[in-house]
């Protein structure tokens, strides 16, 4: 692929400099405009995209520093190297602060004004695919794929857009129904691989003699019904990524061969003693322990060091309430479509019964309770009697109808403190109490308000 020249506007009143400046940065391959007037920079800056400026700290109508604010107006994302005379330190640092990438102090090195423009160049283009990313991760779970109006899951895709251009290998750690996969996706989406495969495997749903061979490969012959040689999973994703889901459920023994994948990118086919070399990026996830299975001896303490490099705990459903109502209108109008039914939303009791739920089974429960609800309404919006419905009115049957009582009644006040984050006027509202009686309630249950302040 061709390269395509950078574009630099370079603005100084000298003259004589611009065009010793203008010579150099054409030799090194790069598109140069120049300027004596700030006038005439301010028209190239609208009538042309540059990568980088170099301006004078000195002008003939203003200082370099108000003429980059000028032009940052304009084009924010431009790097500009400002050239300051000697010693005028207070000038470089009161660039610096004002937005310049860096400065140069006049007589410079040629050598070291190309250093210095390829890192600016450098870091606005990681600067750009950040952005680009963060972009891409937003269309994707803007109720279309990864819904996080939470902190919480806000920070995960912040973090996941950071590592995203990594070929670093990813640790998913999160509850059965919380979206590893899916987190898993945007990594490999957002990263150089993204046209190259996904390949997904579960581990925990292929019998320990099978996952070897789905994993690896076989050669012809290497076991009884192998009549002919067959690539493994791991070979269908060169140059992309896969997804060792649940991993944990992985016996002793195929922990071993995947050490050696993770170590030295090569892995033998079952009945095969030449080795394969692949490059994959690696993602490992699991709703267990890793460290206390290690503990337990189920899970060799070498390969959780290998596949923990970077981290990603994803939050149960339960700690990320206020993702809740989008999630559940994302799933009222994706099964609206494929039920060709008009439902336009909840009910207000219906929203409150899904906010109150602890979600055990996480997104994947809420997905399958909206997808009952809307099979079964017969009105244009779902109402609370269709939630949650198969759920039982007294699970707590073996105690007394007092102690019911008092639990349902501490979760219920516990649950409205979390969706007001502590507002005790909210709660009670909410609740249909004066403030008075509910904060009775507080006291009788030994609960503060403050708490639930520290978690929003």
Not at 15 to 21: A, P, R, T, W
Not at 185 to 214: M, Q, W, Y
Not at 248 to 259: D, E, F, T, V, Y
Not at 289 to 301: A, H, I
Request: aromatic share 8%; with cysteine.
């Amino acid at each position: 692929m061709t390269n395509i020249p950078n574009n630099i506007l370079v603005v100084d009143d000298d003259s004589n400099l611009l065009e010793v400046i203008r010579m150099r940065l054409e030799s090194a391959d790069y598109r140069v405009v120049t300027a004596l007037r700030e006038e005439d920079a301010m028209v190239a800056v609208k009538g042309h995209v540059f990568d980088l400026s170099i301006i004078d700290m000195q002008l003939a109508k203003q200082d370099g520093i108000s003429l980059m604010k000028d032009i940052h107006k304009i084009a924010p994302d431009i790097p500009v190297i400002i050239l300051t005379a000697f010693g005028s330190i207070d000038s470089a640092v009161k660039a610096i602060k004002s937005g310049a990438y860096s400065y140069l102090t006049k007589p410079f090195d040629p050598r070291e004004l190309l250093c210095q423009i390829e890192r600016a160049l450098e870091s606005r283009r990681l600067a750009s695919e950040i952005k680009k990313l963060k972009g891409l991760l937003e269309e994707k779970y803007d109720f279309t794929n990864i819904i996080a109006k939470s902190k919480k899951m806000q920070d995960i895709l912040s973090q996941v857009s950071l590592i995203a251009k990594t070929d670093s290998t990813v640790y998913i750690n999160g509850e059965s129904g919380t979206g590893k996969e899916l987190i898993a996706r945007a990594i490999h989406v957002g990263s150089e691989r993204k046209d190259r495969p996904f390949i997904a495997i579960n581990c925990a749903a292929i019998p320990e003699t099978l996952l070897e061979s789905e994993l690896f490969g076989y050669e012809k012959g290497a076991f009884t019904g192998a009549v002919r040689s067959a690539n493994g999973l791991f070979a269908e994703a060169d140059n992309g990524t896969i997804l060792l889901d649940e991993i944990g459920n992985m016996s002793l023994s195929i922990q071993a061969k995947m050490l050696r994948v993770l170590q030295e990118r090569q892995f033998y086919p079952v009945g095969s003693s030449r080795p394969v070399k692949i490059d994959v990026r690696i993602i490992a996830a699991t709703n267990k322990d890793l460290e206390k299975e290690v503990e337990e001896g189920r899970f060799r303490e070498d390969l959780f060091y290998r596949i923990h490099v970077i981290p990603i705990k994803l939050p149960p459903l339960r700690e990320r309430k206020e993702d809740i109502p989008p999630l559940a209108e994302f799933f009222l109008n994706n099964f609206g479509r494929k039920m060709s039914k008009k439902v336009k939303g909840f009910t207000p009791m219906a929203m409150q019964k899904l906010m109150l739920h602890d979600w055990p089974g996480n997104i994947r429960e809420l997905e399958n309770t909206v997808e009952f609800a809307m099979a079964m309404t017969q009105q244009n919006i779902i109402t609370e009697d269709l939630i949650l419905q198969k759920k039982g009115l007294f699970p707590d049957a073996v105690k007394s109808l007092k102690e019911a009582k008092d639990s349902f009644e501490k979760s219920y006040i516990k649950n409205l403190l979390e969706l007001t984050k502590g507002n005790v006027s909210r709660a009670a509202e909410m609740a249909g109490k004066y403030r008075a009686d509910f904060y009775n309630l507080l006291k009788k249950h030994e609960l503060t308000p403050e708490e639930f302040k520290k978690l929003s």
